[in-house]
């Protein structure tokens, strides 16, 4: 033992850096490679696993569509042009997938909205989660009433403003005293307008004046008449002239034959015979069997309804006959403007026959009735015709002249009308647009009155606007496709509880 012992202290120690390797280090060196090898495989597996999650969002990307902003309906996945109008495609926005802050809501008193879930302080039922479509639509609280259906807000880049060439105007107060022009068309004046009668029946003798539209003077013969019922009345008078000119010393008696001689001339006076006939009558001592009519005044004779040898009784019309130096224009104005309508108010005609002329008149009076098919109120003016250029039966355009106080007004182009609803859409930060429904009042060339939905110095739209509504109406409507569901939720959630 003390041999091998002093044998081992003189073995000669090994060179540094050759030693024998301690025990066990072989097995260290492949548990570390081992490790090595697992550690590499897992970042291996990480970074292709988080590129390809990369790779295929950006084909979700890439995935965009294009639509006709004239026809939203045509929709495709490749620029161009709509097979339909011809205009450029535009990119279709991209739906939100961003989930906006959970509301609850009362479905017994949907507007009961709070940020966290409890019970309806109204009613005492538990809260439930509002679907985010109507999450958005709470936000437009403030705007209850004036929303337009089938249509949201759009948001549109200012570089895509100046494409499509966007206008717009204030909302201001301004006077709308510039005119209302209505439709309207010529007529005679009622009251310069006669029709000849006769008032003892017979036949026509002979026409003096035997057409329509023949002017006439006033105490020109216009026919001539057989009646047998007038010479039976010419025979009483000279019987009673006769009697009442024999002398006789009874004064009763020739009291009685004067008062029968009066009633002789006032018969025919009923008869239509002027003083000068009936004073013929007596001096020829001839009974007439024929009377002549003559025209009331000067004018035109609108209607002629009798020819040579006709029967005509007392209840038919022979000629209609117009003063034509005065007319009348009848128009029809909207409820809402009627209250800007007023007797008096001078009034300009133009006519499609005289294009370079102008007829001055005025409001003459109003009619007390609206129609019942078209909503509106007839007005009559009054026009000197002195030249004759306004003949009944014409249509013209009718500018009156309102005098006005200052009012809420908008350009007339800002207002759409989808034949429902009239709208407008808002600016708000210089790129979004929100439609809203508005209600307008009097209605001039160029502006319209503003009675309820805008507020002074709000800006509006007023160019390219049909543009916006069709991008607009798209928009809801794809909304609307992605949402069905959720449409439903607030009606099932209400009709779950019962008070």
């Known amino acids: ?126 809260l439930v989660v509002m679907p985010q479509k109507a999450q958005a639509s709470s936000s437009m609280a403030g705007m209850e009433g004036f929303e337009v259906p089938g249509t949201a807000e759009v948001t549109i880049e200012p570089h895509r403003l100046q494409m499509i060439g966007i206008r717009t105007a204030k909302v201001e107060r301004r006077p709308l005293d510039d005119q209302i022009t209505l439709a309207g068309s010529v007529a005679a004046d009622e009251t310069r307008t006669h029709k000849v009668t006769i008032r003892a029946s017979g036949w026509v003798k002979e026409l003096f004046v035997d057409q329509t539209g023949q002017y006439v003077k006033a105490g020109q013969p216009l026919l001539s008449i057989y009646s047998q019922e007038l010479y039976q009345a010419g025979q009483d008078l000279l019987v009673a002239k006769n009697s009442a000119d024999q002398n006789t010393p009874d004064t009763s008696l020739t009291a009685m034959r004067r008062k029968l001689l009066d009633a002789a001339r006032q018969r025919l006076h009923l008869l239509g015979l002027a003083d000068t006939d009936i004073d013929a009558i007596e001096q020829s001592g001839t009974a007439q069997s024929t009377i002549t009519l003559h025209s009331p005044v000067s004018g035109y004779v609108l209607e002629k309804s009798v020819s040579p040898g006709q029967y005509v009784g007392m209840e038919q019309t022979l000629y209609t006959v117009a003063d034509l130096s005065m007319i009348w224009v ?71 002249q309102l005098g006005g ?62 543009l916006i509504d069709s991008e607009s109406r798209l928009k809801a409507a794809v909304a609307g496709m992605g949402g069905a569901s959720e449409k439903a939720e607030i009606p099932v959630a209400a009709g779950e509880h019962n008070h």
């Not at 930060?429 to 009097?442: D, Q």
Request: aromatic share 10%; with cysteine.
């Open 1 to 126: 033992m003390a041999d091998m012992t002093h044998q081992s202290f003189d073995q000669e120690p090994m060179p540094e850096g050759e030693e024998a390797p301690p025990k066990g280090m072989k097995t260290m060196a492949h548990i570390r490679w081992g490790i090595l090898i697992v550690l590499s495989i897992f970042a291996v597996f990480m970074v292709v696993n988080y590129f390809g999650g990369c790779s295929g969002g950006g084909n979700q990307a890439a995935a965009v569509k294009y639509y006709c902003p004239m026809h939203p309906t045509y929709i495709t996945d490749k620029p161009g042009e709509c097979p339909i109008c011809g205009m450029d495609l535009i990119v279709m926005p991209a739906q939100s997938k961003t989930s906006a802050a959970v509301k609850y809501y009362c479905p017994m008193d949907t507007t009961y909205i709070k940020d966290a879930p409890g019970e309806c302080p109204i009613c005492g039922m538990d």
């Open 405 to 466: 106080e200052n009012v809420l007004a908008v350009p007339a182009e800002a207002v759409m009308d989808d034949g429902d609803v009239k709208y407008v859409f808002v600016v708000s930060e210089g790129k979004h647009f929100t439609p809203r429904k508005v209600s307008v009042g009097r209605t001039t060339t160029d502006w319209m009155e503003v009675v309820g939905g805008l507020a002074e110095g709000e800006e509006v739209v007023t160019s390219a606007n049909f």
């Open 330 to 400: 009848i128009a029809e104005v909207y409820e809402q403007n009627l209250s800007d309508v007023k007797v008096g108010q001078p009034a300009t005609l133009r006519l499609a026959a005289y294009p370079d002329e102008t007829f001055e008149g005025k409001v003459g009076f109003i009619y007390p009735s609206v129609s019942e098919t078209t909503r509106t109120i007839k007005i009559r003016l009054e026009f000197a015709n002195h030249d004759l250029h306004l003949r009944p039966g014409m249509f013209g355009d009718v500018a009156v």
